[in-house]
C-alpha cells in the first residue's frame, strides 16, 4: 500500500514513522505547503518522497490530511475531485462537524473517512514527530454509514495496526465532547500563560519560582497557534458553552475563596479529586489493550 501525508508535523509525521515500524506501506509520500518543513520530512526519514498534492493523491492508496482543520475544510473536496475509484481519503482533524459538512453532497463521499485520533503533544513540525505517538490512544471515527465499507475498513485496519483503541460517534458528539476535554484545556493553559506573562512585566522574578505545577499547567501554551485559531473559529458555539461554564465555576471558585470559606474550598477540591479515578480507569483500559 502506498500512503500519502498532507501535512507532515508532528501529527502527519508521528503516523508515517509508526507506518514504517509496523512495515504497513511499500511507500510514504509526503506532501506539505511549506518546504522546509517537506524537506526535513525527507532528511528525517519520515517519508520517502515528496510530491505535489495532485500528484499524491492520484498514485496512492490511502490519503490522510493532517493539516490544520482549516485548510482539510478548504482541501478535502479538491482531494475528492482528484481521488482515483480504489483511493481512501481520511483527516486526523480536531474538529469535524465543519469538515463533513464540506463534503456531505460530494459524489465521492463514501471515499472519504472522518477520523481524529487523540493524540499530541505541545510541540509542532516534522522534528516533533516520533513513531509512538498514536500507540494505545483512542482514534476517533465519524459518521460510519456515511463511508463505503471498504474505506472504513482500511481506517479501522490502520488504527488497529497502529495499536489503537477505536470509538465510533457522530460529528456534533465529537465537536461537543472535544470542546470539554480537549479545546477547553487549551484555552485555559493558554490564558494562564498571557496572565502570568502579563505580570512577569512587573515582576521579574516571578519566573524563578515556578515549579513543575506551573510548567504542566501551562504546557499546552507552547501549542502552536496556527492549529488552534482554526479549531476555535470551526467549533466556536461549543467552545462557548463549555468556557461560559468554566468561567462560572472559576468565579464561584473567586467567591468561595473571597470568603475565606475554608469548608466550602475543601468541598470543592473533593469533587475535583473524582477526577482521578476517572483517569484511572481510563489509563487502565488502555493499559490493557
Not at 44 to 73: R, Y
Not at 128 to 139: D, S, T, V
Amino acid at each position: 500500500m502506498k500512503i500519502s501525508i498532507v501535512g507532515v508535523g508532528l501529527l502527519g509525521g508521528s503516523l508515517a514513522l509508526q507506518a514504517k515500524e509496523k512495515g504497513l506501506a511499500e511507500k510514504i509520500i509526503g506532501v506539505d505547503a511549506n518546504p522546509a518543513n517537506a524537506e526535513r520530512a525527507l532528511e528525517l526519514g519520515i517519508v520517502d518522497e515528496i510530491l505535489t498534492l495532485e500528484e499524491a493523491v492520484q498514485t496512492t492508496d490511502l490519503v490522510i490530511l493532517a493539516t490544520p482543520v482549516d485548510v482539510i475544510t478548504r482541501l478535502l473536496p479538491t482531494v475528492l475531485d482528484m481521488a482515483h475509484d480504489e483511493s481512501v481519503i481520511m483527516d486526523l482533524g480536531s474538529t469535524k462537524e465543519l469538515i463533513c459538512k464540506a463534503v456531505e453532497n460530494h459524489p465521492r463521499r463514501s471515499q472519504y473517512v472522518a477520523a481524529h485520533p487523540i493524540a499530541g503533544t505541545e510541540n509542532s513540525g516534522p522534528d516533533a514527530a516520533f513513531p509512538g505517538l498514536l500507540k494505545r490512544k483512542i482514534m476517533i471515527l465519524c459518521e460510519k454509514e456515511r463511508s463505503s465499507n471498504y474505506a472504513f475498513e482500511m481506517a479501522v485496519m490502520l488504527s488497529h495496526q497502529m495499536e489503537m483503541r477505536l470509538s465510533f460517534m457522530n460529528a456534533a458528539d465529537h465537536d461537543l465532547h472535544l470542546a470539554y476535554v480537549s479545546h477547553l484545556s487549551h484555552i485555559s493553559s493558554f490564558a494562564l500563560g498571557v496572565t502570568v506573562l502579563d505580570k512577569e512585566k512587573d515582576e521579574k522574578r516571578i519566573f524563578e519560582m515556578a515549579g513543575s505545577g506551573f510548567s504542566s499547567t501551562v504546557r499546552l501554551a507552547k501549542s502552536s497557534p496556527d492549529m488552534w485559531a482554526p479549531i476555535f473559529t470551526q467549533n466556536t458555539q461549543n467552545i462557548s458553552s463549555a468556557l461560559g461554564a468554566y468561567i462560572r465555576r472559576l468565579q464561584y471558585f473567586k467567591e468561595v475563596i473571597d470568603s475565606q470559606d475554608d469548608a466550602k474550598a475543601r468541598d470543592l477540591m473533593n469533587q475535583a479529586n473524582e477526577i482521578r479515578r476517572v483517569l484511572q480507569g481510563i489509563d487502565s483500559k488502555l493499559a490493557s489493550m
